[in-house]
């Protein structure tokens, strides 16, 4: 198989990045590199699906790497897990004895150690440029189950299921493989249902993720977790600030005293971002140093600012998502940047991701949350128009059509960025508008 061959059937099977972030995976293959990196790090707490598919589907995906290394005409293929998944860490040696051109990386646990910039820095030495994406420095970063996504493509299968790990207060914590849509509510009773009469649910980590508002929403190709917590716990108060409200806050208590800055991750990469500094300038309204807010630009929210470093309480995180928004509004885009220079005591300012568990409060819901093979049967699926980076899908079913599980039901327009949508049971399509629902 050449490279072209390999794109062709990746964005037919409609993959896109299985860890959260979306972005089309025939787009992000697209490309000669030197090295292909698959992020086994699943930093998030809590999260259980990429280690368990490391040690359950090794095979499948070592084979996966090797063709992905040989169509990319790349050097190597590495595997970046963390020293922690010892069950993955030793299947993965043993399928890899032998193989010249694919390696093992083991990382340490700390947070964020799956950011794709974190990552590329930890395994390759290189900093992609503030506001960059890997391949300038001459790498391709997968995470592990878009891989199996990829696998999958290669025999023509296209992307129907998704690995979800169901937990927090649940009665019994479970990985699960379900249809691309299945209800949440329908997922949670797949663990057993919520321990709670009062809860929430986030979708994805504790600390990205989003706290879902409407119960009957569904799981999209992009969801990794859902975790149920108790709806008076501190990590949802955290989500749900205003914005006016956190710069209150800030101008009220900020003491300027740079622990944001100080473990921001990519602060610590050398860029340009500092949150302390956006914080005072928009706290106090300073406009003499607008690059100083721009830089706002290039946090990626991962929450470390509020979660972890500030003794306030306060969200640098909130106000730069803010400034972000408000930039995108104006099609502002800070000038790309040239590889910078780690800070020189980064390695000591990596988050413990054991102590990060502590702060968030989750310590009691440190649980195992096995893979389970059984097959679910789904009898109503809600599939979104857009579940990925770019532009949203168009249908092409109506109301009435009868379709099998893995018809395409929704295209990407001509010409634009996106990802197509399969059918992920079979049966009838019953609404297409605002997204299209097939039922059994
Ligand atoms: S850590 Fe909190 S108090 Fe300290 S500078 Fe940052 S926002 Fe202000
Ligand atoms: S959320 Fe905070 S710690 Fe994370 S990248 Fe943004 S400013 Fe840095």
């Known amino acids: 198989m050449d490279l072209a061959g390999l794109v062709s059937l990746v964005k037919s099977a409609g993959v896109v990045g ?12 697209n490309n000669q590199c030197e090295t292909v990196i698959i992020n086994g790090a699943e930093c998030e707490p809590l999260i259980q699906v990429d280690q368990q598919l490391l040690q359950h589907e090794a095979e499948l995906l070592v084979d996966t790497l090797e063709t992905l290394v040989a169509v990319t005409g790349a ?29 093992l990386f083991l990382l340490e646990d700390f947070y964020p150690a799956g950011d794709e910039h ?15 994406i890997p391949i300038q420095v001459g790498a391709v970063v997968m995470n592990v189950e878009t891989l199996l996504n990829v696998a999958m493509a290669c025999r023509e299968e296209p992307v129907t ?3 979800v790990t169901v937990t927090g207060a649940v009665a019994k914590p479970v990985t699960v493989r379900v249809p691309v849509g299945t209800p949440v509510k329908t997922i949670l009773q797949l663990a057993g249902g919520p321990t709670l009469s009062n809860y929430r649910v986030i979708e994805g980590g504790p600390m990205m993720g989003k706290v879902l508002v409407n119960p009957e929403q569904a799981i999209t190709k992009t969801t990794k977790g859902l975790i149920v917590l108790p709806d008076s716990h501190r990590l949802l108060r955290s989500k749900h600030l205003d914005t006016r409200i956190v710069l209150k806050r800030a101008m009220a208590a900020c003491c300027q005293c740079t622990a944001c800055t100080d473990l921001c991750p990519r602060h610590l990469l050398g860029h340009s971002l500092e949150p302390h500094r956006i914080l005072r300038s928009l706290s106090h309204n300073y406009t003499n140093d607008p690059a100083v807010v721009a830089a706002a630009q290039l946090c990626t929210e991962c929450g470390a600012c509020d979660m972890y470093a500030c ?19 104006h099609q502002f885009r800070l000038p790309p940047g040239t590889e910078p220079l780690p800070h020189p005591e980064r390695k000591q300012r990596k988050i413990p991701l054991k102590r990060l568990i502590t702060r968030l409060g989750l310590s009691n819901y440190q649980r195992e949350a096995p893979l389970t093979n059984n097959q679910f049967a789904i009898d109503r699926v809600v599939l ?10 168009s249908p092409v079913v ?12 929704a295209e990407v327009p001509e010409g634009k960025l996106g990802s197509r949508i399969h059918a992920s049971i079979s049966g009838k399509v019953t609404k297409v508008a605002p997204h299209i629902v097939i039922e059994r």
């Not at 306030?312 to 509004?329: C, F, G, H, I, T």
């Open 398 to 409: 109506k109301p009435g059509t009868k379709l099998e599980v893995g018809q395409v039901v």
């Open 75 to 103: 050097s190597r293929g590495i595997f970046a897990v963390k020293a922690k998944y010892r069950a993955a860490v030793e299947k993965l040696q043993q399928v890899l004895a032998g193989k010249s051109r694919l390696e």
């Open 311 to 329: 003794p306030m309480d306060l969200s640098p995180r909130l106000l730069n998502s803010a400034v972000k928004r408000e930039l995108a509004k």
């Open 118 to 132: 974190v990552l590329v820095y930890e395994v390759l030495q290189r900093v992609v440029p503030p506001g960059g």
């Open 161 to 163: 299921h998704k690995y």
């Open 18 to 29: 299985a860890g959260g972030a979306g972005f089309p995976t025939h787009q992000k293959i």
């Open 384 to 393: 979104e128009l857009k579940q990925h980076v770019g532009v949203s899908c």
